[in-house]
Antibody, heavy 121, light 114 residues
Framework: EVQLVESGGGLVQPGRSLRLSCAAS????????MHWVRQAPGKGLEWVSG????????GYADSVKGRFTISRDNAKNSLYLQMNSLRTEDTALYYC??????????????WGQGALVTVSS | DIVMTQSPDSLAVSLGERATINCKSS????????????LAWYQQKPGQPPKLLIY???TRESGVPDRFSGSGSGTDFTLTISSLQAEDVAVYYC??????????FGQGTRLEIK
C-alpha cells in the first residue's frame, strides 16, 4: 500500500524558516518524480514544486521561487521542502504528491494527508 | 503558464441526476505527437486530500465508479457524473500537466445535493 506521510508543519513567524518532510513507502520511490502541492484555508490547489527521480530536474512556482528548496533522499525514501523567508500568504496545508512519471510533468496518483503551515506573528 | 478555468463554481444536482463540470484551458493541452490530452480530474471531500478520478482526459483511474466519465480535447473538457450519489458531494478540480516545469489546477467546482 502506497503511503505518503508529511511532517514538520507548524506555526512560524513571518521571515522565519521551516522544513517539511514526506516519508514514502509502498512503491519504488526512486522510480518517480515527487511534488509539493499546497492549499490555503478554504481555497484551491496550488502546485509548489516538483523534483525528478534523480533530482536532475527541479521546478518551482513563481510564488516560491528563490525562497523554497525541494530535495529528496532516495536512500531514505524521503522528500523535503525547505521553506525560507516565509510570508503570511504561505499559510496552507502542504501535500506531498506522487507523480506517475519519473521526470516530466504528470498527474498525481497518491497524496499524503498534508502538513499544516501557519505563518503568523 | 496555462490557466485552467472551471465552470460553474458551484453546482446543486438532485440524487440520481446527471452532473456536468466544465474545464477550459488557456491553450491546448493536446500533445500532437501522441494525440493525448494532458488533463486530469480530482475529487476532494472535506478533510481529505484530493483523489485522482480521470487522467488523459478520459481514462478512469482504477477503482473509480463508472458513473464518472471525462471527455473533451484541446482546450475544452468535461467531467460527467451520470447518476449523482450522496457520496459524490465534493469539490472537483481539473489539472493540466502539459506545461513545464509545473502543473496548474482549475479553481474548483463545489458539487452539492439539491
Amino acid at each position: 500500500e502506497v503511503q505518503l506521510v508529511e511532517s514538520g508543519g507548524g506555526l512560524v513567524q513571518p521571515g522565519r524558516s521551516l522544513r517539511l518532510s514526506c516519508a514514502a513507502s509502498g512503491f519504488t520511490f526512486d522510480d518517480y518524480a515527487m511534488h509539493w502541492v499546497r492549499q490555503a484555508p478554504g481555497k484551491g490547489l496550488e502546485w509548489v514544486s516538483g523534483i525528478s527521480w534523480n533530482s536532475g530536474s527541479i521546478g518551482y512556482a513563481d510564488s516560491v521561487k528563490g525562497r523554497f528548496t525541494i530535495s529528496r533522499d532516495n536512500a531514505k525514501n524521503s522528500l523535503y521542502l525547505q521553506m525560507n523567508s516565509l510570508r503570511t500568504e504561505d499559510t496552507a496545508l502542504y501535500y506531498c504528491a506522487k507523480s506517475t512519471s519519473y521526470s516530466s510533468p504528470s498527474y498525481f496518483d497518491y497524496w499524503g494527508q498534508g502538513a499544516l503551515v501557519t505563518v503568523s506573528s | 503558464d496555462i490557466v485552467m478555468t472551471q465552470s460553474p463554481d458551484s453546482l446543486a444536482v438532485s440524487l440520481g441526476e446527471r452532473a456536468t463540470i466544465n474545464c477550459k484551458s488557456s491553450q491546448s493541452v493536446l500533445y500532437s505527437s501522441n494525440n493525448k490530452n494532458y488533463l486530469a480530474w480530482y475529487q476532494q471531500k472535506p478533510g481529505q486530500p484530493p483523489k485522482l478520478l480521470i487522467y488523459w482526459a478520459s481514462t478512469r483511474e482504477s477503482g473509480v465508479p463508472d458513473r464518472f466519465s471525462g471527455s473533451g480535447s484541446g482546450t475544452d473538457f468535461t467531467l460527467t457524473i451520470s447518476s449523482l450519489q450522496a457520496e459524490d458531494v465534493a469539490v472537483y478540480y481539473c489539472q493540466q500537466y502539459y506545461s513545464t516545469p509545473g502543473v496548474t489546477f482549475g479553481q474548483g467546482t463545489r458539487l452539492e445535493i439539491k
